[in-house]
């Protein structure tokens, strides 16, 4: 492996921890912010650091994409969810479940099977305007299939933000060669405009996983981390001229990758994480009454004692 090949793994690898903590922090506040309007949003401190961390992951993966090709950088993203899953458990003050071991195992075994097959070489070849225009078209309209009203909005937004984080990624690189090739000029009209393109796909991937995280963390992420590669992955093999290697064996275990990332996905959608643990403070109503009515007869049993004592566990509620 090349030196520029070591610092792009080097560089994804710290912007997956990244996206792994962003992604916590956005399941955390999208479960305490159900059904909150994007003002809300803006004034949350938390959604600003879930902001800041996006944006120091995405700054790295700017920087790994220039050293490394769409085809390595893109499928390391999968270890955003290595990181996320027991990340969020710990948060969540859990254990991460056998299955979620399993689902995420499966996951990153299938987009580590797609990453050995991938090949390219280092990033070189870049979209012209009519073709990152075409690209951000076609997108933009699956966004807007996916997002419409219906059934397992989570998934469906999730995908539609994977898919916009990959393309954003492919524009990305394409702004990235073009900016530091210094045979033409450093802001060119197809530079500032991709730019443009990659800012709003960026965005709209943030406020899309947003609302997906509202149903939980696993399910939305493994969605995300599988749509993002794969997308990436279609724009390299049709627009620049990346291939995969070991001819039709290559293929096959692509596919064979692509079906073991599926099945870590559906084993993920069948989890439902526990909740957080309820602080004293934030005990039920119910509870509250029953704890002043066992400190009205402790007071009772000091003025009377005569009467007989019942005995209850501490910090337990007796049962209605």
Avoid: C
């Amino acid at each position: 492996m090349s030196t520029a090949a070591v610092v792009a793994v080097a560089l994804s690898l710290v912007s997956a921890v990244a996206y792994a903590a962003a992604a916590v922090a956005q399941e955390r506040l999208a479960s305490k912010t159900a059904g909150a309007g994007l003002p809300r949003l803006l004034g949350s401190g938390a959604w600003w650091a879930a902001v800041g961390l996006n944006a120091g992951a995405a700054l790295l993966h700017v920087v790994a994409l220039k050293y490394g090709p769409l085809t390595l950088v893109q499928p390391l993203g999968a270890l955003t969810l290595v990181a996320a899953v027991p990340m969020g458990a710990r948060v969540a003050g859990r254990r991460v479940g056998a299955t979620e071991w399993r689902g995420t195992a499966l996951t990153l075994l299938g987009l580590g099977a797609l990453l050995v097959t991938a090949s390219g070489p280092a990033p070189h070849q870049v979209l012209g305007l009519t073709e990152a225009l075409v690209v951000a078209g076609t997108t933009a309209a699956l966004i807007g299939v996916l997002s419409r009203p219906g059934t397992r909005p989570g998934l469906r937004h999730a995908t539609a933000s994977g898919l916009a984080s990959g393309v954003a990624s492919a524009l990305t690189q394409t702004v990235t060669v073009a900016a530091t090739n210094r045979s033409g000029p450093l802001l060119s009209a197809e530079v500032v405009v991709v730019a443009v393109l990659v800012a709003a796909f960026a965005v709209g991937g943030l406020l899309l996983s947003q609302t997906a995280y509202r149903g939980g963390l696993g399910a939305p992420l493994a969605v995300v981390t599988l749509s993002n590669p794969m997308a990436a992955a279609v724009i390299g093999l049709a627009l620049l001229g990346q291939g995969l290697r070991g001819g039709a064996v290559g293929v096959l275990l692509a596919l064979a990758g692509a079906a073991l990332a599926s099945w870590g996905v559906v084993l993920l959608t069948r989890v439902t994480p526990a909740g957080p643990a309820v602080e004293p403070d934030e005990q039920h109503p119910v509870a509250a009454v029953l704890a002043l009515e066992e400190a009205r007869r402790a007071a009772e049993q000091a003025l009377l004692p005569g009467l007989p004592q019942q005995k209850s566990e501490p910090g337990h509620l007796t049962a209605l």
